[in-house]
């Protein structure tokens, strides 16, 4: 099993373009998070789906949108960069909601928006 | 206040040492808790979950206090290898995680 997987694993955009960030889980998940994390900051939920054809908002959602149309894949999207949007961003998944319950990492993007 | 906190540190320990990370949460109802590890430039892995009872995995011991609301880390016999960020995350009713922005260790021979 290769886990979490995240494409790509780094880009250089500049500012005004879009991009979109796939993360792709092959455990059978249902839930499945996005994350940016950013020096001195730790770890920021942007937005997380509970399964197949949903999503929500976590702490800092403005700027991206997400779609998780396949439970294997979530997509991260960025319509409109900009230099804040720098940052590493990690995907993960966990099997189902309940406690004690692992969450497992992708290999991080690193973003550059210039 | 911010949900989870922890002192960022660096705790910059000798081999051998003994040392304890403490971590803070607001949320009364939060339901679990866990220790993640960090290194430089990767992916958070999961250290271990804490339970109510305290557990413990070699040289690591977690414990809960639902009563003053935190939960921390010892690490026995400090090891080079230990280097890294340790994130505090905790899980309330819904069981989205919320991090904390981790400790740094830092073990020298």
């Known amino acids: 099993n290769a886990g979490v997987t995240q494409t790509p694993k780094f880009r250089v955009l500049k500012t005004g373009q879009s991009m979109t960030l796939l993360c792709a889980q092959d455990m059978n998940h249902e839930y499945m998070y996005w994350y940016r994390q950013d020096p001195g900051m730790g770890l920021r939920l942007i937005h997380y789906s509970v399964g197949e054809g949903t999503t929500a908002k976590g702490e800092v959602p403005d700027g991206y949108n997400v779609s998780r149309l396949k439970k294997q894949n979530f997509l991260l999207g960025l319509e409109s960069a900009a230099p804040s949007q720098t940052s590493v961003y990690f995907c993960?998944?966990?099997?189902?909601?309940?406690?004690?319950?692992?969450?497992?990492f992708g290999p991080g993007t690193r973003l550059l928006v210039l | 206040r911010k949900e989870v906190e922890q002192d960022p540190g660096p705790f910059n320990v000798p081999e051998g040492a003994t040392v304890a990370f403490n971590c803070t949460y607001s949320n009364s109802a939060s339901q679990s808790f866990f220790w993640y590890r960090q290194d430089c430039r990767k992916e958070p892995k999961l250290l271990m979950s804490v339970y109510s009872s305290g557990n413990e995995d070699g040289r690591f011991t977690a414990q809960l206090n639902r009563a003053s609301q935190y939960i921390s880390l010892l690490i026995r016999d400090s090891k080079l290898s230990d280097s890294a960020t340790y994130l505090c995350v905790v899980a309330g009713g819904s069981y989205i995680p919320t991090f904390g922005r981790g400790t740094s260790l830092i073990v020298h021979p």
């Open positions: 993960a998944s966990s099997y189902r909601p309940g406690q004690q319950e692992t969450q497992y």
